[in-house]
Nanobody
Framework: QVQLVESGGGSVQAGGSLRLSCAVSERIVSADDMGWYRQAPGKQRDLVAT???????NYAESVKGRFTISRDNAKNTVYLQMNGLKPEDTAVYYC?????????????????WGQGTQVTVSS
């Protein structure tokens, strides 16, 4: 079963930086769209940023100018560089992928989620 393997969460003070990484567990599997969502305690899971295979990005208004999403298609890995972190960024961050393919053929078109990584920002 294909999984999304996340790393890079942790605890920082306000104004600090963290970098999240997420890789598709099977190197031969690519994903059309990849991205990050987050869920704070008692709240719904919200979009943070997404990126297509071609590099088109989309960001939540609350992170524009502070977070940068990127991907390495050769490694089937997506990154989230988070700068200027604020306490309100505290949440569990989930990697997301849609449109898994092997050699261009779709093998799974529905949503795939990582296990989540905790990001805690203290004031």
């Amino acid at each position: 079963q294909v999984q999304l393997v996340e790393s890079g969460g942790g605890s920082v003070q306000a104004g600090g930086s963290l970098r999240l990484s997420c890789a598709v567990s099977e190197r031969i599997v690519s994903a059309d769209d990849m991205g990050w969502y987050r869920q704070a305690p008692g709240k719904q899971r919200d979009l943070v940023a997404t990126i297509t295979t071609g590099g088109r990005t989309n960001y939540a208004e609350s992170v524009k100018g502070r977070f940068t999403i990127s991907r390495d298609n050769a490694k089937n890995t997506v990154y989230l560089q988070m700068n200027g972190l604020k306490p309100e960024d505290t949440a569990v961050y989930y990697c997301h992928a849609r449109g898994l393919r092997i050699n261009g053929l779709m093998i799974y078109g529905r949503d795939t989620w990582g296990q989540g990584t905790q990001v805690t920002v203290s004031s």
